[in-house]
Protein backbone atom coordinates (compact mmCIF):
# COMPACT_ATOMS: atom_id res chain seq x y z
CA UNK A 1 0.00 0.00 0.00
CA UNK A 2 1.56 3.80 -0.98
CA UNK A 3 0.37 6.54 -0.46
CA UNK A 4 0.93 10.08 -1.95
CA UNK A 5 -0.30 12.91 0.66
CA UNK A 6 0.07 16.60 -0.48
CA UNK A 7 0.02 19.87 1.69
CA UNK A 8 0.83 23.25 1.26
CA UNK A 9 -2.15 24.43 -0.96
CA UNK A 10 -4.19 27.73 -1.03
CA UNK A 11 -4.87 31.03 -1.76
CA UNK A 12 -2.26 33.34 -2.96
CA UNK A 13 -1.64 36.90 -4.53
CA UNK A 14 -0.23 37.27 -8.02
CA UNK A 15 3.40 37.08 -7.32
CA UNK A 16 3.88 34.91 -4.34
CA UNK A 17 6.03 31.86 -3.95
CA UNK A 18 3.99 29.08 -2.15
CA UNK A 19 5.71 25.40 -1.91
CA UNK A 20 3.66 22.30 -2.78
CA UNK A 21 4.74 19.08 -1.03
CA UNK A 22 4.60 15.68 -1.60
CA UNK A 23 5.18 12.56 0.53
CA UNK A 24 5.34 9.29 0.08
CA UNK A 25 4.88 6.37 2.19
CA UNK A 26 4.09 2.90 2.45
CA UNK A 27 5.83 -0.25 0.65
CA UNK A 28 7.77 1.47 -1.75
CA UNK A 29 11.15 -0.46 -2.83
CA UNK A 30 12.03 2.11 -5.04
CA UNK A 31 10.92 5.36 -6.63
CA UNK A 32 11.45 6.26 -10.44
CA UNK A 33 10.19 9.22 -10.72
CA UNK A 34 7.91 11.68 -9.49
CA UNK A 35 6.25 15.00 -10.80
CA UNK A 36 3.46 17.35 -10.38
CA UNK A 37 0.71 17.71 -12.83
CA UNK A 38 -2.25 20.56 -12.81
CA UNK A 39 -5.62 20.86 -14.08
CA UNK A 40 -7.71 24.56 -14.23
CA UNK A 41 -11.49 24.20 -14.93
CA UNK A 42 -11.86 23.18 -18.37
CA UNK A 43 -8.74 22.25 -19.40
CA UNK A 44 -6.80 18.93 -19.68
CA UNK A 45 -4.61 17.84 -16.73
CA UNK A 46 -1.13 18.59 -17.84
CA UNK A 47 2.88 17.51 -16.39
CA UNK A 48 4.12 21.02 -14.67
CA UNK A 49 7.31 19.15 -13.48
CA UNK A 50 9.14 16.06 -13.19
CA UNK A 51 12.21 15.42 -11.59
CA UNK A 52 14.21 11.46 -12.03
CA UNK A 53 16.41 9.16 -9.72
CA UNK A 54 19.00 10.66 -11.25
CA UNK A 55 17.86 14.07 -10.25
CA UNK A 56 17.03 15.20 -13.88
CA UNK A 57 13.84 17.38 -14.14
CA UNK A 58 11.73 18.48 -16.63
CA UNK A 59 9.76 21.68 -16.44
CA UNK A 60 6.50 22.57 -18.86
CA UNK A 61 6.84 25.68 -21.18
CA UNK A 62 4.68 27.86 -19.27
CA UNK A 63 6.39 27.41 -15.60
CA UNK A 64 10.07 27.41 -16.80
CA UNK A 65 12.07 29.91 -14.93
CA UNK A 66 9.42 30.41 -12.21
CA UNK A 67 8.85 26.60 -10.92
CA UNK A 68 11.19 24.17 -8.83
CA UNK A 69 11.04 20.71 -8.28
CA UNK A 70 13.09 19.04 -5.92
CA UNK A 71 13.12 16.00 -3.92
CA UNK A 72 14.59 14.64 -0.34
CA UNK A 73 15.49 11.09 -0.93
CA UNK A 74 15.24 10.33 2.72
CA UNK A 75 11.74 11.66 3.50
CA UNK A 76 10.79 9.88 -0.20
CA UNK A 77 8.74 13.62 -0.36
CA UNK A 78 8.97 15.89 -3.60
CA UNK A 79 8.40 19.88 -3.69
CA UNK A 80 7.51 22.55 -5.92
CA UNK A 81 8.16 25.74 -5.31
CA UNK A 82 6.26 28.28 -7.54
CA UNK A 83 7.71 31.70 -7.84
CA UNK A 84 5.80 34.70 -9.58
CA UNK A 85 2.83 33.07 -9.53
CA UNK A 86 0.16 34.16 -12.09
CA UNK A 87 -3.47 34.00 -12.44
CA UNK A 88 -3.63 31.68 -15.03
CA UNK A 89 -1.78 29.16 -12.69
CA UNK A 90 -4.86 28.58 -10.73
CA UNK A 91 -5.74 24.93 -10.70
CA UNK A 92 -5.82 21.58 -8.73
CA UNK A 93 -2.46 20.02 -8.37
CA UNK A 94 -1.65 16.41 -8.40
CA UNK A 95 1.60 14.55 -6.98
CA UNK A 96 2.59 12.00 -9.35
CA UNK A 97 4.84 8.79 -8.50
CA UNK A 98 6.09 6.35 -10.73
CA UNK A 99 7.43 4.06 -8.23
CA UNK A 100 8.09 -0.05 -7.85
CA UNK A 101 6.72 -1.92 -5.24
CA UNK A 102 8.41 -5.21 -3.47
CA UNK A 103 6.51 -7.15 -6.42
CA UNK A 104 8.90 -5.57 -8.56
CA UNK A 105 5.77 -4.28 -10.40
CA UNK A 106 5.74 -0.06 -11.82
CA UNK A 107 2.85 1.39 -10.80
CA UNK A 108 1.68 5.19 -10.69
CA UNK A 109 0.22 6.92 -7.94
CA UNK A 110 -1.52 9.97 -7.55
CA UNK A 111 -1.78 12.32 -4.73
CA UNK A 112 -5.43 13.84 -3.55
CA UNK A 113 -5.12 16.59 -4.78
CA UNK A 114 -4.43 20.50 -3.80
CA UNK A 115 -6.10 23.79 -5.01
CA UNK A 116 -3.80 26.66 -5.79
CA UNK A 117 -6.07 29.44 -6.04
CA UNK A 118 -4.16 32.99 -7.48
CA UNK A 119 -5.45 36.22 -7.09
CA UNK A 120 -4.62 38.94 -9.64
Known amino acids: QVQLVESGGGLVQAGGSPRLSCAASGSIFSINAMGWYRQAPGKQRELVAG???????YYADSVKGRFTISRDNAKNTVYLQMNSLKPEDTAVYYC??????????????WGQGSQVTVSA
Open 51 to 57: IDNGGST
Open 96 to 109: NADLTDYSRSLRTY
